[in-house]
């Protein structure tokens, strides 16, 4: 027989999700098995075509070659009578199904999750096909992922820079606090040990990338454009 048709889906989560693992419902459509012949398609016989050897036999000068039988696929039998229900299909009809699937901590986007059965049902009594569902995660407003590592941009100004600060951090799961040392160079990076995307089917976790982000005021008050133009001056002495 032959192996029904793959059913492709997309399941779209949230980074969150993805983090802490998550359970979802995909709805979908499959065929039905033709519930008169059972999948087969009808009554079959030997296949005339190829004698049932399954295989037939092509010439092409001084070659000859053996291929699968065109008419019964290898099978050896063909359909002699159609099902009357389903016309030789092996499949009446449509339905609805709802499958609940759990996905685990740490997927990574465009992964793959395979339900073997779960697809079209084969045809002349072949196995059903399977159901794939690829996942999808959302981008995140805060946080870009890289393998199991995540970055976050820590917005910063220069003084703080200049003369060192602790600012709170956001992560995944709480808040977290960030020493920034004196003299830090514009877009150095922090690493923070064990606050990235748990590693799939492991229990340690990837990291968090602070990076320091410098951001240049364009709105300057009177008082400010002064102390930066007597700032000028002096760097340029």
Avoid: W
């Amino acid at each position: 027989g032959q192996r029904g048709d793959h059913i492709i889906l997309s399941c779209q989560i949230t980074l969150e999700e993805a983090a802490s693992g998550c359970e979802k419902e995909v709805s979908y459509m499959h065929k039905i098995t033709c519930s008169d012949c059972s999948g087969n398609g009808g009554t079959f016989a030997m296949c005339e075509h190829c004698k049932g050897s399954g295989y037939e036999e092509l010439q092409g000068g001084h070659m000859r070659v053996m291929r699968p039988c065109s008419v019964c696929g290898g099978m050896r039998q063909a359909i002699s009578e159609k099902c009357d229900k389903c016309g030789g299909t092996g499949t009446k009809g449509s339905i609805n199904e709802i499958k609940k699937i759990s996905i685990p901590a740490g997927v990574h986007h465009g992964m793959s999750m395979k339900f073997h059965g779960n697809g079209n049902p084969g045809q002349f009594g072949g196995e059903s096909g399977h159901l794939v569902i690829n996942i999808i995660i959302e981008p995140h407003k805060l946080f870009k992922r890289n393998d199991n590592d995540l970055y976050y941009e820590l917005p910063v100004t220069y003084t703080q820079l200049v003369f060192g600060c602790s600012l709170e951090v956001p992560s995944l799961n709480n808040v977290l606090n960030l020493k920034i040392p004196p003299g830090t160079q514009a877009f150095a990076k922090f690493r923070m040990r064990n606050e990235g995307m748990p590693i799939l089917r492991k229990s340690v976790k990837g990291d968090l990338y602070v990076v320091a982000k410098l951001e240049i005021p364009t709105d300057l008050t009177e008082e400010t454009k002064e102390l930066l133009e007597k700032l000028a001056e002096i760097e340029t002495k």
